[in-house]
Nanobody
Framework: QVHVVESGGGLVQAGGSLRLSCAASGLPFSMYALGWFRQAPGKEREFVAAISWTSSSTEYGDSVKGRFTIYRDDAKNTVFLQMNSLEPEDTAVYYC????????????????????WGQGTQVTVSS
């Protein structure tokens, strides 16, 4: 059974930084692309970032490009999201997800292409 668990959320002032972590088990972690998404109250789930199975390819949502960095440590079965220059608009529940489908090793933006999800971690940025 696949388990995905996020951690690292919290309350931070605008301009600050946070690092989210996501540990996945129950699958050959290094073979899968991984993604981060977020959802604010009353809004649709939004793509944040994704990384390929070899870290050779990454993608970022337009609203976080240049501020957030996704990276992975396959020895620890963990993917990270380093978030810098945080803004109140970044306030949301952040979810980690494991890619599915035939191209499970490549990053992509649609959340429908991810099969396994964590429970989410709250990030709140105060102004």
């Amino acid at each position: 059974q696949v388990h995905v668990v996020e951690s690292g959320g919290g309350l931070v002032q605008a301009g600050g930084s946070l690092r989210l972590s996501c540990a996945a088990s129950g699958l050959p972690f290094s073979m899968y692309a991984l993604g981060w998404f977020r959802q604010a109250p009353g809004k649709e789930r939004e793509f944040v970032a994704a990384i390929s199975w070899t870290s050779s390819s990454t993608e970022y949502g337009d609203s976080v490009k240049g501020r957030f960095t996704i990276y992975r440590d396959d020895a620890k079965n963990t993917v990270f999201l380093q978030m810098n220059s945080l803004e109140p608009e970044d306030t949301a529940v952040y979810y980690c997800a494991v890619k599915g489908g035939n191209y499970f090793y490549l990053p992509s933006r649609p959340h429908e292409e991810y099969d396994y999800w964590g429970q989410g971690t709250q990030v709140t940025v105060s102004s």
